[in-house]
T-cell receptor
Framework: AQSVTQLGSHVSVSEGALVLLRCNYSSSVPPYLFWYVQYPNQGLQLLLKYTSAATLVKGINGFEAEFKKSETSFHLTKPSAHMSDAAEYFCAVSTAGDSSYKLIFGSGTRLLVRP | GAGVSQSPSNKVTEKGKDVELRCDPISGHTALYWYRQSLGQGLEFLIYFQGNSAPDKSGLPSDRFSAERTGGSVSTLTIQRTQQEDSAVYLC?????????????FGPGTRLTVL
């Protein structure tokens, strides 16, 4: 069975600092990995996804993530935080071995950006 | 184009009453998912539709929960005899096809409060 672990329920950075949100996955088959962002009282918006092409994936709003099979990780980074990045971020996994292709989510990381 | 829409946005009900939550997926999307987001349980998969059939209902928490989809489009999630533990945000998502790599597009959710 697949699972996702997000280390740190809250991460606080200063505006302009590096953002690093951690995600580790567990899967017995090649995974597809996703990062979603959720702003207050809104649904989830896709930031980026890994689908077995390039291991370094670039997404919207300057975010990127690198798939590292040896570390079973898919950490999300952004070189310079902006106040508008404050939100909750979810890492998720899906596999072709799952007949429903449902997303299994991590518990989320709330990003706080200090001025 | 129009995204996934859900109604109502908020629903307050009394314990023991039945509720219906509606999801309108993106036009042309064949796959539809329901998830539940609660403080204690995070984001959980409930049910998946491919067309009008539901090959995976494994996430429905009890037989008080049911869902249907008609015309390959609109879906309704029904909760009978609501309990306080049903209070959560119910999210609907749709994707073009049912595939692990497909992006799931989320609606804004319905916040259900059971008094």
């Amino acid at each position: 069975a697949q699972s996702v672990t997000q280390l740190g329920s809250h991460v606080s950075v200063s505006e302009g600092a590096l953002v690093l949100l951690r995600c580790n996955y567990s899967s017995s088959v090649p995974p597809y990995l996703f990062w979603y962002v959720q702003y207050p009282n809104q649904g989830l918006q896709l930031l980026l996804k890994y689908t077995s092409a390039a291991t370094l994936v670039k997404g919207i709003n300057g975010f990127e993530a690198e798939f590292k099979k040896s570390e079973t990780s898919f950490h999300l980074t952004k070189p310079s935080a902006h106040m508008s990045d404050a939100a909750e971020y979810f890492c998720a996994v899906s596999t072709a071995g799952d007949s429903s292709y449902k997303l299994i989510f991590g518990s989320g990381t709330r990003l706080l950006v200090r001025p | 184009g129009a995204g996934v829409s859900q109604s109502p946005s908020n629903k307050v009900t009394e314990k023991g009453k039945d509720v219906e939550l509606r999801c309108d997926p993106i036009s042309g999307h064949t796959a539809l998912y329901w998830y539940r987001q609660s403080l204690g349980q995070g984001l959980e998969f409930l049910i998946y539709f491919q067309g009008n059939s539901a090959p995976d209902k494994s996430g429905l928490p009890s037989d008080r929960f049911s869902a249907e989809r008609t015309g390959g489009s609109v879906s309704t999630l029904t909760i009978q005899r609501t309990q306080q533990e049903d209070s959560a945000v119910y999210l609907c998502a749709s994707s073009l096809d049912a595939a692990a790599a497909d992006t799931q597009y989320f609606g804004p959710g319905t916040r259900l409060t059971v008094l």
